[in-house]
C-alpha cells in the first residue's frame, strides 16, 4: 500500500477551521482521522493515511512512530504543528495521490520514472494555488523564454522559485503536500526533471523542450576523446 502519513501532535478531534490554517484540509478531505495517545515526540494527537482514491481506507490507525517512518515538521512550534511521514520502502506515486479531477498540463517522467501531470499554473482556475506566485511565473518565463538562456536551462536547476512554483502546480493534480515535494522526500527530482517540470509549469515546455533535451544529452554525454 502506498502512501504517507499526516499527524498533528497535541490535537484531538481537529477541527474544520484547524485544518485549513494548518493548509491540510484538502490533502486529508475524506479520510479517517485516527487519534493517537502516543505519536511523535512522545504526544498525543490525531493521525492521518493519505493514500489514492481507489484504494481502500485503513480501519486501523497507523503507527506513528520514527522506528519505519521518516517525519519531517512543518509549521511546527511549541510542538505543534504538521508532521508529514513516509515510510520507509513506501513511496507513492502520481496513480496513488491523483484528485479525482485534474487539470490539464504535460506528463512529466519524474526520477521515480513514473509520468506526473503538471500543469501550467497561470491556466489554473483562481484559487488554487497562491497568486503572489504569478509574479515569479512572469519573471521566469521572460528568463527561459529567451534563446541565448534555453542552452542554460539544465544548469539553472536552483533558479529561485523553482520547488516553489513546481511543488504548487503538482498539488493541484495530487494530494501531495508542497513540504513533501521540497524536501524531495520521495526523490522525484534531478537537474533534468526539475527543469522539465518546471518549463511545463511556466507553459513554456512545448517551445524550448526538445532544444533543451538535445542541450541537456551534450551536457551529460560521456567524453569520448
Request: charged share 20%.
Amino acid at each position: 500500500m502506498s502512501h504517507y502519513k499526516i499527524f498533528l501532535p497535541n490535537i484531538l478531534d481537529p477541527t474544520d477551521a484547524q485544518l485549513h490554517d494548518f493548509g491540510i484540509a484538502d490533502l486529508v478531505e475524506g479520510c479517517q482521522p485516527f487519534p493517537i495517545e502516543r505519536g511523535i515526540l512522545c504526544k498525543p494527537g490525531t493521525a492521518y493515511v493519505v493514500q489514492g482514491l481507489d484504494q481502500p481506507q485503513p480501519t486501523e490507525a497507523p503507527e506513528v512512530s520514527a522506528v519505519r517512518t521518516h517525519w519531517v515538521p512543518w509549521h511546527n512550534q511549541d510542538d505543534s504543528g504538521v508532521w508529514f511521514g513516509l515510510d520507509h520502502g513506501c513511496r507513492p506515486g502520481p496513480e496513488h495521490l491523483r484528485r479525482e479531477e485534474q487539470y490539464p498540463g504535460d506528463l512529466v517522467s519524474f526520477d521515480d520514472l513514473r509520468p506526473w501531470l503538471v500543469p501550467n499554473i497561470q491556466s489554473l482556475p483562481k484559487g488554487v494555488v497562491d497568486e503572489s506566485l504569478l509574479y515569479l511565473t512572469d519573471e521566469l518565463r521572460g528568463f527561459l523564454a529567451q534563446p541565448q538562456k534555453q542552452s542554460t536551462i539544465g544548469r539553472q536547476f536552483f533558479l529561485p522559485g523553482s520547488h516553489l512554483l513546481v511543488s504548487s502546480a503538482l498539488r493541484a493534480n495530487y494530494r501531495l503536500p508542497l513540504e513533501m515535494v521540497q524536501n524531495n522526500m520521495l526523490s522525484l527530482f534531478d537537474f533534468r526533471c526539475m527543469s522539465l517540470a518546471l518549463l511545463s509549469v511556466l507553459g513554456i515546455r512545448s517551445d524550448v523542450a526538445e532544444s533543451y533535451k538535445q542541450d541537456w544529452e551534450k551536457q551529460t554525454r560521456p567524453n569520448m576523446n
